[in-house]
């Protein structure tokens, strides 16, 4: 079992930039694929990005392609999402979260076992 925890949300000006993080618990974090997922409110949850457990291959959501990067340290048991040329649209709960597909870029909420609490990243126009 894996327990997350993400930091790094707040208030920033349309344009700007944020870096999140999710710290993991436990000895295995290389062997799970993560994700970072955004939540508006009434809306569902999205993926934005994702990596493999390697950190050697990542995916994007069109709408953050060319903005945000995806990255993990795994011996530091952490990912992270750098943030840049934010918009309102990019308002959100974002969460991370761990899935047991290690060698895949899982981009289905279902598949992914661990989420952390999220932190909220809000961009003001």
């Known amino acids: 079992q894996v327990q997350l925890v993400e930091s790094g949300g707040g208030l920033v000006q349309a344009g700007g930039s944020l870096r999140l993080s999710c710290a993991a618990s436990g000895r295995t974090f290389s062997s799970y694929s993560m994700g970072w997922f955004r939540q508006a409110p009434g809306k569902g949850r999205d993926i934005v990005a994702c990596i493999t457990g390697s950190g050697g291959s990542t995916w994007y959501a069109d709408s953050v392609k060319g903005r945000f990067t995806i990255s993990r340290d795994n011996a530091k048991n952490t990912m992270y999402l750098q943030m840049n040329s934010l918009t309102p649209d990019d308002m959100a709960v974002y969460y991370c979260?761990?899935?047991?597909?290690?060698?895949?870029?899982?981009?289905?909420?279902?598949?992914?076992?661990?989420w952390g609490q999220g932190t909220q990243v809000t961009v003001s126009s």
């Open positions: 979260a761990a899935s047991l597909y290690g060698s895949q870029r899982v981009q289905r909420v279902d598949e992914y076992a661990y």
